[in-house]
């Protein structure tokens, strides 16, 4: 609706000084047209919003004015308060000033919209970690969040995975993004983007120059094009399994993420016979097949060769080791 776009806009001014029209639409996923349409049904309507042209420019509300967030609707203000677990914010060390600025949200909020507000916080929770997670090092997120919104260049030890020794890095950072219970810093090095698990930060300083980030990129549109590249990197190895019916809730929500679609009933199952399923499950290297050893006897590994070898090399292993007992 026409209003809460307006709404929208105000609000999102409030915050700084001047917002590139492109950017506006963009988060709005309206026109840029659009926005300045918008632009001129606030000025007519008493809002001091105005508009500044040129390679720095951009939409801007005079200094001084603000308003308050009397335009929720209910399903807005129900929004606000499906709240994900405190860990998040405690991380940042931000879980009393989440609390505190919820609670003034609720005064703000119009009187008819507060009792759904309200009720919805207390039937509603989400909690982004996955259960028997790892046990978490001891990252000081507090200081690594201090850190990048320092604006500054950031001197970080890094260590990858399967190294033992770290690596330094001096990075330009965008921001930090916490997927699925795990904390990642976003950052250019040496003017390409990169992802650095924090659990993997060692040590973390803040550089006295400014940070180099490329001209009109935002911390969104870097972890897009990351997440992207990680998502679609390369074909795989397309492993074909077959997998007792019995235990398919089991295998799927462990290793559902590496399935190429959903399993299928074996041709050829005599009537009353044991039911089994075929799919075919996509690793990023052959050696991650043996992630289905888990499953012993229930997941059974048809192709390709390769597969079929790691696996008989990996179980050869295991018996020697444990064949004296």
Request: net charge positive.
């Amino acid at each position: 609706m026409k209003f809460d776009r307006l709404l929208s806009i105000v609000l999102l001014l409030q915050h700084r000084r001047l917002v590139p029209a492109k950017e506006l639409a963009e988060r709005l996923e309206v026109s840029r047209r659009t926005i300045y349409r918008d632009v001129g049904t606030l000025s007519a309507a008493g809002v001091p919003v105005y508009a500044e042209r040129g390679k720095d420019g951009g939409i801007g509300l005079l200094p001084g004015f603000r308003t308050d967030v009397t335009g929720l609707t209910t399903d807005e203000a129900r929004a606000l308060f499906v709240l994900a677990s405190q860990s998040a914010h405690a991380a940042l060390g931000l879980d009393h000033a989440l609390g505190s600025a919820l609670r003034k949200v609720m005064a703000a909020l119009p009187a008819p919209h507060r009792p759904a507000a309200e009720l919805t916080s207390r039937r509603i929770l989400v909690d982004p970690d996955r259960w028997y997670a790892a046990p978490r090092p001891e990252t000081d997120l507090e200081a690594l969040y201090a850190a990048v919104l320092s604006d500054r260049r950031l001197r970080v030890r890094y260590r990858h995975s399967g190294r033992t020794e770290p690596r330094t890095y001096t990075v330009d950072p965008y921001g930090l993004v916490a997927k699925a219970g795990t904390w990642y810093l976003v950052a250019d090095h040496r003017g390409r983007p990169r992802l650095f698990r924090a659990d993997r930060l060692s040590r973390v300083g803040v550089v006295e120059a400014e940070a180099r980030r490329r001209p009109g990129v935002e911390l969104a549109r870097v972890w897009h094009d990351l997440r992207r590249e990680v998502e679609d990197r390369g074909a795989g190895v397309r492993v074909a399994v077959r997998l007792r019916r019995e235990r398919l809730d089991r295998v799927t929500r462990i290793a559902g993420g590496y399935f190429a679609g959903p399993p299928v009933p074996e041709e050829g199952t005599a009537e009353g016979a044991e039911e089994w399923l075929r799919a075919e499950i996509v690793y990023p290297v052959v050696e991650a097949v043996r992630h289905l050893l888990q499953f012993g006897t229930d997941v059974q590994v048809v192709g390709p060769p390769e597969a079929r070898t790691e696996l008989t090399r990996v179980v050869a292993e295991l018996a020697g080791l444990y064949g004296d007992s």
